[in-house]
């Protein structure tokens, strides 16, 4: 199917309505509030939000950024850089903005995905002045059919006065009819979320608006930023073996059978190994309900392994990308995207019962995880759905390589700096060295299996120290409060957590 | 309608099983796990436990007691006191328990209350051999009518090797109808639950079980263990007081109506308390949707302030218990009585957009909550469901007295000793200080209204002077990780965490 520019205007009255980017930018005022689309780099508005920074050369404002997840096409970092943001939420995953969130810059709204959507409609974050949502076409009815993901930009759109459309000539039109629209309305007179399989189709293609609220179309020619994953290596690889390992023993233990159960995972190089493990492996017939597919999913949906794969956003590296929308009429029937608050709801990771893989960057001695915040502070990504998973996964599984930064960090800690999942909702721990099974143990069965299975050699028998000191002091979960943080102190300190001078 | 001992099993299959306590705890062998019916103090058995500890005095063995939460009767204390548990949970709250699990006598698995049932039917614990199930009477067809909780008791009867039943003749027969059984099924092949209002009946009046399972039926003769919450105080009415504007001023704001929305409280003084200041405000047409119902929901019932009431036990004041037992017909239409994987379940509270209100031990700066952990290690009764309502309720009130211990302990600490509930869960906190609205706020907004309208004048200013230290290192949540835990070091060197010495 070719179309041109006009046509993907299927309502004549919007037809009225282009605007270059800097006319839609043009609009924008000091003290508004934008929900943009975009989830992981994909499916974002591109054109306006670099005409708006352009402006911000010569003015001054600032404006409230609100998407699905982090952005592409460099708008994370440009944002940062100009200096136009007074807040931002709910994701974010650029090295520039980070490091200006943690210079306290801007503030900075680390939400559970599924959580945003539901603060927009009881009205309690700033309201929506525009929705900016990327589009492929807008039908006759206006009906916007969105891109690579679909994120918030439902919510956004319907609450948000006024609406910009970005029409990317670039995005494949193919993907039309591969989206899932669907409204869950006002708690306490919703309905069920009528999704019992991940293939369930329950909405409509589309995001249905009031057309009178489209101000202006724009139109790009632009693809997403590719995925910056790096490849599997030894190190992620092993990890993949362990969890298959893992599967195996569930399988064996009758717990599981060889299609698993519809899988999850997060975003990262990590996460993506993982999943690439699969390929080597006996396991078929697999689903995902995830948020992002990365390729690794597209690598199992052409081994013929995974069956069906719902999703909120497509990130794919450039090779990746040219090959999925040279053949997508091959993936089409195998994709459903759906909104943010759909693909990470509780109700459906609860009721479906999802393998969830996602990534920390330490765990503890008791199995509490964080995923965001370096020593303790400084801000990485975001908690992103993992919140969400984790919390309604039949298997929370976190992964994390042992140590990081050459071994001068353990990611097996005393006490984690940061906690985002607690004890309850971590059921396995991987490493490169093993894995660690702690559904149904109390907190002190869990130390041994976290040191011996997860934690790397160097780290181990410091470890133990701790542990056997906090025992001296008694409790459910033992601590010698003031040494709790030492490893993250000698860190800061000498540049490792294994100094051969001491911290205290 | 009374009815003989005989009556109360109306399957004449089952009358020839009626054996004594101490027949049927002859049963339970080393090793075993039980499950045993009981929610905070209600539905609890009560004659075969104490048989059990009976043997104790002369028998070595071990057991795994699961229950729903916690048990009444001094169950859990005579347990704790004749050494013979191996493994404790979800959930327990007692004196003499907590001091063994903290000295490690033996296990205890805090647990979300939502959570159990699925690890049981997804075999991840241990396989229980009994399940021991208070009733009011056994159907004709092998129904096992519940009393005064449901909790954990239909997983337990549908999973456990055999069943024995506790006829509780001193329980009330009115009771029959009131509980609504319903079995959610295999992740992966469930359907939604169908529950949209509080008031939804959706299943059956009792435990449907295969009657060749019933071991045994023993009779007892004795009441729930009273509540044993304190009265309302000025401290607490205050703080129900500052709820109070918390929600007119939400109504204002257009966000809620005078009905506000199904309320949760969990338990404790404080929850009570706060639910007891509903009494004399103008708010009405209330509905609950809770775990426990205590005294000040009946309180409500009779006001007319609250017209249903959904909930899976029921722990009243002796006065109370006498008065609603009394006249159980003015009562019966408004109450629902669901397993606690209904009434916590994520789908039904997100659904419902439940207003939870829960108690915290500590918060910190930036809003993150324990509900567990006395200065970071011993626990105190568990995480209970407060876990399961935070993270999906459309409001998260967390509420605590801003001292403890006559004013050597903040409530309002730098960094909480242990993690219950993250910054992303919880949205308001209420001290008798005031309320802190939290929604939508990055961390370093969270702070000054944390100190300045929840903490204690005691200990405002050094909650300031940490935060200015810490911004100097900034980062998104500032932290200075070696006195995170000064307060709590200086609690236990100094019995307060404001002492004149200084601990550095
Ligand atoms: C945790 C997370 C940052 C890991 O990302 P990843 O790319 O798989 O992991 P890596 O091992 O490459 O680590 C990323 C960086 O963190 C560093 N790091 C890892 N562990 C660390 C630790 N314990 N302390 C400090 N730094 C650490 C690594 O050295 C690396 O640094 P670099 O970028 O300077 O090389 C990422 O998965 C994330 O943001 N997760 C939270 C959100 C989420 O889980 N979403 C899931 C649903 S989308
Ligand atoms: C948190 C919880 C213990 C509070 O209970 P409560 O009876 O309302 O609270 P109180 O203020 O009376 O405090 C209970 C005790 O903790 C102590 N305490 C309070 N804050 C403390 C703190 N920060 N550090 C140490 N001790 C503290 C009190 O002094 C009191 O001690 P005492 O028993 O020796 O007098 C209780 O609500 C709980 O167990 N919550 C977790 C489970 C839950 O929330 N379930 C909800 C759904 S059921």
């Known amino acids: 199917m070719k179309m041109n520019n006009f046509e993907r205007i299927q309502n004549p009255k919007l037809r009225h309505r282009v605007v270059t980017a800097e006319q839609a930018a043009s609009w924008i005022e000091d003290g508004m509030t934008l929900g943009l689309s975009g989830f992981t780099r994909a499916g974002d508005v591109k054109a306006v939000p670099t005409a708006l920074v352009k402006r911000a050369q010569h003015e001054k404002f600032k404006v409230n950024v609100f998407t699905g997840a982090s952005l592409g096409s460099d708008i994370d970092k440009l944002f940062a850089e100009a200096g136009i943001l007074r807040k931002r939420l709910p994701f974010q995953a650029d090295a520039t903005m980070r490091k200006r969130i943690n210079e306290g810059e801007f503030l900075f709204v680390d939400q559970h995905l599924s959580h945003t959507a539901e603060y927009i409609r009881n009205r309690v974050l700033e309201p ?245 915040h370096v020593l303790g502070t400084n801000m990485m990504n975001g908690i992103g759905g993992s919140g969400d998973f984790a919390r309604h996964s039949r298997l929370a599984i976190f992964v994390t390589k042992s140590i990081a930064k050459e071994g001068n960090i353990s990611s097996v800690v005393p006490f984690v700096s940061h906690v985002d999942h607690t004890e309850h909702d971590v059921d396995i721990i991987v490493t490169e060295q093993g894995y660690a099974d702690l559904r149904g143990l109390a907190p002190r069965e869990r130390v041994a299996l976290i040191i011996e299975k997860c934690a790397h050699p160097l780290y181990r028998e410091k470890l133990w120290d701790y542990y056997k000191e906090a025992l001296k002091g008694g409790g459910q979960t033992p601590h010698v409060l003031e040494k709790a943080f030492s490893w993250h102190s000698n860190f800061k300190k000498y540049g490792t957590m294994n100094p051969t001078v001491s911290a205290d």
Chains 1, 2 share one sequence.
């Open 128 to 372: 929506i002045d525009f929705a900016i949502v990327e589009a492929i076409t807008i039908t006759g009815e206006g009906m916007i059919i969105p891109t690579t993901s679909v994120g918030n930009s439902l919510v956004f759109a319907q609450h948000a006065q006024e609406i910009i459309v970005e029409i990317n000539t670039a995005q494949p039109l193919a993907l039309e009819g591969v989206h899932d629209l669907y409204e869950v309305g006002q708690q306490g007179e919703r309905n069920p979320i009528p999704i019992t399989k991940p293939e369930d189709r329950i909405g409509v293609k589309g995001i249905q608006v009031d057309v009178d609220k489209i101000k202006g179309i724009v139109f790009t020619h632009q693809l997403d930023s590719p995925s910056t994953i790096v490849p599997p290596d030894k190190t992620t690889q092993t990890m993949a073996k362990h969890l298959i390992h893992f599967f195996r023993a569930e399988i064996a233990a009758g717990r599981l059978t060889e299609s698993l159960a519809p899988l999850q995972s997060g975003i990262g190089s990590v996460a993506n190994a993982v999943f690439h493990g699969f390929l080597e492996s006996e396991f078929s017939h697999l689903k995902v309900y995830s948020e992002v597919l990365q390729d690794a999913v597209f690598d199992l949906i052409d081994a013929g392994k995974v069956s069906f794969a719902s999703c909120c956003s497509m990130t794919l590296s450039d090779a990746k990308m040219k090959q999925v929308f040279a053949h997508f009429e091959k993936y089409r029937e195998k994709l459903v995207l759906r909104p943010q608050e759909i693909s990470n709801h509780p109700e459906i990771i609860r009721r479906l019962g999802l393998i969830s893989i996602n990534t920390a960057l330490e765990v503890d001695l008791y199995g509490n995880v964080n995923s965001t």
